[in-house]
């Protein structure tokens, strides 16, 4: 198969043309995964917040209607909307349970450096920080796992990003792994990792945003009110969905242009012995 030169700008161009052209159909998906979603929160939001393992636990569990959200988006991207089985979130195939066993191998550890970074700096006092204050051996033992496990949450978030279009590969119920997207994206590795960092990046700042100014606004209109963080995290949801959608188009794109995947066809051979 004759490789294949991804531009930046194509990539970002097509992928948000494509989720806004859809983006009736996008309120059409999303509805119950946006739901289930907000149900997680708010089931979340009366654990008790001692320590960070409930917020984590809350993230883990929220990927299951992420993962619904993530694998009819992708199949709308590379198939139309008439190959849907059934709306998202009102049920689980092997197809969903073959996507989040992708995702796991692509993005376990990055998460669990994730999850390990988070729960060391929660335990390190800010004061030791203070400059002629001598930390205690246990917190200065503390502070010597932060930046490797900074550097190594960092290393594998950027090779989670390029292998992660191969997640659409198990959307049309093609064979995929880390190891063939890497293969596949030789010559292509920092194309796909700026753009669907751009993407993620910009996702995550447009929802921080909506949440700050809706807050804002929920609070003057509400009050310190419990409805006024329900609304704000209603719409933030949604906002991360978007973001979301985004990203599914760009890596059903990436994987498309990468492979020259056609329904029908199936992975050329040339992509199959790579994996």
């Avoid at 390190?124 to 010597?144: C, H, I, L, N």
């Avoid at 550097?151 to 992660?164: M, P």
């Avoid at 945003?209 to 933030?236: E, H, I, N, Q």
């Amino acid at each position: 198969m004759p490789s294949v030169k991804l531009r930046f700008s194509e990539v970002l161009t097509e992928s948000f043309g494509f989720f806004f052209a859809n983006i009736r159909l996008f309120f059409h998906l999303v509805t119950i995964p946006w739901i289930l979603s907000l149900v997680i929160r708010l089931i979340g939001s009366q654990m008790p917040r001692e320590s960070l393992i409930p917020v984590l636990a809350e993230k883990l569990i929220d990927v299951v209607p992420m993962v619904t959200f993530m694998v009819a988006w992708q199949r709308v991207v590379l198939l139309g909307p008439h190959r849907l089985d059934r709306l998202p979130g009102l049920g689980w195939s092997p197809r969903e349970t073959a996507f989040l066993v992708h995702l796991m191998k692509i993005g376990g550890a990055t998460f669990l450096l994730l999850c390990a970074f988070i729960l060391t700096m929660g335990e390190v006092d800010p004061a030791a920080f203070t400059a002629g204050v001598p930390p205690d051996p246990e917190t200065a033992a503390k502070q010597t796992l932060l930046a490797p496990l900074a550097s190594a949450f960092i290393v594998s978030a950027l090779i989670a990003l390029r292998v992660s279009f191969g997640l659409a590969a198990t959307s049309v119920d093609e064979q995929g792994s880390p190891v063939q997207s890497w293969a596949l994206s030789r010559g292509n590795g920092w194309v796909i990792v700026g753009s669907l960092f751009l993407i993620s990046f910009a996702g995550t700042m447009v929802t921080a945003a909506a949440v700050l100014l809706l807050l804002g606004v929920m609070r003057g209109a509400l009050g310190a009110d419990f409805a006024s963080y329900v609304v704000t995290w209603t719409f933030a949801l949604l906002v991360s969905y978007a973001g979301n959608g985004v990203l599914a188009t760009a890596q059903a794109i990436i994987f498309r242009s990468l492979t020259g995947w056609r329904e029908g066809v199936g992975l050329p051979a040339a992509a199959l012995e790579r994996g």
